[in-house]
């Protein structure tokens, strides 16, 4: 079955240094990828999204690249700030499935 | 135009009571999904609506959950006797469809935090 695994957290950083969360994915077929965010109290919220290989998705000066070699989808930012700090859940959603598939969720802690 | 919003935002129960928590989904949205969030855990799915009916309930933890959805719009899950392992906050989410490809990203409502006594 579809599986997403995400590297464990708390990522610990002072701001202004480069992020980069590790997301790898099983799935079949050519899934479409995602990374949400959930801020302290909140729901998740889409961050961004791809929909093919070699497709980056970027928002806030986030960035993913689908990586259908490596089956990676990894979120990387070149400055992170405190308000950056929350929870960051990777995601797949397979053609022929209506279920997504969320990995565990890393947790981004960004000291001024 | 509005989110998806959940109420009550948080819910303090006592052991064996029953509650009922609702989801008003994205005008439009004909998938609704509910997902329970334990503390510090990542998402466990629940139930998956399509319209009004509910293709997978596969997720539902025991016969004590269960869950509707109406007019192809609000749902409520309802979560009878709980106990103290049922605390958690429950998230709801709906999409424009349900199936692979653009336009399926989800929609997270605030979520209601619930605690059973």
């Known amino acids: 079955g579809d599986s997403v695994t995400q590297m464990e957290g708390p990522v610990t950083l002072s701001e202004e240094a480069f992020l980069t969360i590790n997301c790898t994915y099983t799935?079949?077929?050519?899934?479409?990828l995602f990374w949400y965010v959930q801020y302290p109290g909140e729901g998740l919220q889409l961050l961004l999204k791809a929909t093919k290989a070699d497709d980056k998705g970027s928002n806030k000066g986030f960035e993913a690249t689908y990586r259908k070699e490596t089956t990676s989808f990894h979120l990387e930012k070149g400055s992170v700030q405190v308000s950056d700090s929350a929870v960051y859940f990777c995601a797949l959603l397979s053609g022929g499935s209506y279920i997504p598939t969320f990995g565990r969720g890393t947790s981004l802690i960004v000291h001024p | 135009g509005a989110g998806v919003s959940q109420s009550p935002s948080n819910k303090v129960t006592e052991k064996g009571k029953d509650v009922e928590l609702r989801c008003d989904p994205i005008s439009g949205h004909t998938a609704l999904y509910w997902y329970r969030q334990s503390l510090g855990q990542g998402l466990e799915f629940l139930i998956y609506?399509?319209?009004?009916?509910?293709?997978?309930k596969s997720g539902l933890p025991s016969d004590r959950f269960s869950a509707e959805r109406t007019g192809g719009s609000v749902s409520t899950l309802t979560i009878q006797r709980t106990q103290q392992e049922d605390s958690a906050v429950y998230l709801c989410?709906?999409?424009?469809?349900?199936?692979?490809?653009?336009?399926?990203?989800?929609?997270f409502g605030p979520g209601t935090r619930l605690t059973v006594l």
């Open positions: 799935a079949t077929g050519y899934p479409s």
């Open positions: 609506f399509q319209g009004n009916s509910a293709p997978d």
């Open positions: 989410a709906s999409s424009l469809w349900a199936s692979g490809g653009a336009g399926n990203e989800q929609f």
